[in-house]
């Protein structure tokens, strides 16, 4: 088993949709989880933290379960910029490595 | 100016060759990684470096050396290059500490045919 697990996809969604994409992880060390953001033959860059209580950035949600040891990000009003893969990060306790998902691709059509 | 910088960025070399990818970061982090994705967009840790010193070394292939001369620097060196080396292999760096952004360079696509 992965130690974090995205839905590839792609997600295809108009423009102004609402997308949400998940992700588990699978030890319970983790500490530390972010959503980072891979334009197509480009480097990943971060998205946002990803904090206890949830969080908000603009048109960007992140919640954290760790009792159920999962992830989410939720877009509302898609745009075409949107479009890009969306990579789940957690960070195990006491360790500075960054285990990443495989990326959740989404396509933001007109 | 780039804060993680890599040469080259793309580089085609035949099976048996020997090459190096330089990086360098100019943000004054502490630690330093080298990331490889490869054809299924998978982006799997390498090597960590803090300060000069190896940190994690994930079970890579003795054929790939990383190199840090101080800490801004971060080369990678891979010896008797196989087919299924090719892939983008990117260098990061960040601030030594869980949940500190880490900052990537823009990637170095390596072909071995």
């Known amino acids: 088993r992965k130690e974090v697990e995205q839905d590839p996809g792609p997600f295809n969604v108009p423009e102004g949709a609402t997308v949400a994409f998940n992700c588990t992880y699978s030890?319970?060390?983790?500490?530390?989880f972010f959503w980072y953001r891979q334009d197509c033959r480009k480097e990943p860059k971060l998205l946002m933290s990803v904090y206890s209580s949830g969080n908000e950035d603009g048109r960007f949600t992140a919640q954290l379960n760790r009792a159920s040891q999962y992830i989410s990000l939720l877009i509302r009003d898609s745009k075409l910029s949107d479009s890009a893969t969306y990579l789940c990060?957690?960070?195990?306790?006491?360790?500075?490595?960054?285990?990443f998902g495989t990326g959740t691709r989404l396509q933001v059509f007109p | 100016d780039t804060a993680v910088s890599q040469t080259p960025k793309y580089l085609v070399t035949q099976m048996g060759n020997d090459k190096s990818i330089k990086c360098e970061q100019n943000l004054g982090h502490d630690t330093m990684y080298w990331y490889k994705q490869d054809s299924k967009k998978f982006l799997k840790i390498m090597f960590s470096?803090?300060?000069?010193?190896?940190?994690i070394n994930e079970t890579v292939p003795n054929r790939f050396s990383p190199k840090s001369p101080d800490k801004a620097h971060l080369n990678l060196h891979i010896n008797s290059l196989e087919l299924g080396d090719s892939a983008v292999y990117f260098c990061?760096?960040?601030?030594?500490?869980?949940?500190?952004?880490?900052?990537f360079g823009e990637g170095s696509w390596l072909t071995v045919v």
């Open positions: 990061a760096s960040s601030q030594k500490g869980v949940g500190n952004t880490i900052y």
């Open positions: 990060v957690v960070i195990v306790y006491n360790t500075d490595k960054l285990i």
């Open positions: 030890n319970s060390a983790s500490q530390s």
């Open positions: 470096y803090n300060n000069k010193e190896l940190i």
